[in-house]
């Protein structure tokens, strides 16, 4: 089986831009998770969403927004980019609520 | 939600066993203990989980507490593969990880 697959890997954007991160889980895995990883805060869950779903939330403002498509796909939206931003972005997709499996993912810059 | 432990860093010589010890004392009655490990570059990996009893998986075993307030991974013979950050996380039902700090594993040759 293909493992997950985020596009694209790097992107580079400035301050005030949006910015839309793409994720195609496993085949047959319905449930999608995305995380946010920096050198200071380490990985934070994002949010997760399951059958078109949002299931779980984590603590971030409201301009991290995502959604989950009928074939599982998921795209995740950050909007009116901050510096702060600037992270490796990790999807996950998962058969169960016991095993994520995680893609490479994308490294955003935001200058 | 539930707290971990683990220590920064750990070496470990290689073909040699590591013992990966975390701390979850708060640990709820239905908080899975998971491990993922991330290498260099990547993206975390699933390692095992359990939740009373001692589990064991091609990559590793994970010893649990009588009591569920520690948990031990093993890894029974350590390569330079094995190089990676180690995050032990407790789960409740769902697919929210909360990760913590990790302990970096160091191989030496």
């Known amino acids: 089986k293909a493992g997950v697959t985020q596009t694209p890997r790097y992107l580079i954007k400035t301050r005030g831009q949006q910015v839309t991160l793409s994720c195609s889980p496993i085949s047959g895995h319905r449930s999608v998770s995305w995380y946010q990883q920096t050198p200071g805060q380490g990985l934070q869950f994002l949010f997760e969403?399951?059958?078109?779903?949002?299931?779980n939330k984590g603590n971030f403002p409201g301009r991290f927004s995502g959604r989950q498509f009928s074939n599982s796909r998921s795209e995740m939206n950050v909007s009116t980019l901050e510096l702060g931003d600037s992270a490796l972005y990790l999807c996950?997709?998962?058969?169960?609520?016991?095993?994520?499996?995680f893609g490479p993912g994308t490294r955003l810059t935001v200058l | 939600d539930a707290k971990t432990t683990q220590p920064n860093s750990m070496e470990s010589n290689e073909e040699e066993p590591v013992h990966l010890p975390c701390n979850h004392s708060?640990?709820?009655?239905?908080?899975?203990i998971h491990w993922y490990r991330q290498l260099p570059s990547q993206g975390p990996e699933y390692v095992i989980h359990g939740l009373t009893s001692n589990v064991n998986n091609r990559m590793a075993s994970l010893a649990i507490a009588e009591d569920r307030k520690s948990s031990t991974l093993i890894l029974h013979r350590a390569t330079l593969r094995d190089a990676a950050v180690y995050y032990c996380?407790?789960?409740?039902?769902?697919?929210?990880?909360?990760f913590g700090g990790g302990t970096r594993l160091m191989v030496k040759p």
């Open positions: 996380i407790l789960a409740n039902a769902g697919n929210m990880l909360t």
């Open positions: 969403y399951f059958s078109e779903t949002q299931r």
């Open positions: 708060t640990i709820s009655g239905t908080d899975y």
């Open positions: 996950a997709s998962s058969p169960t609520q016991n095993e994520q499996f």
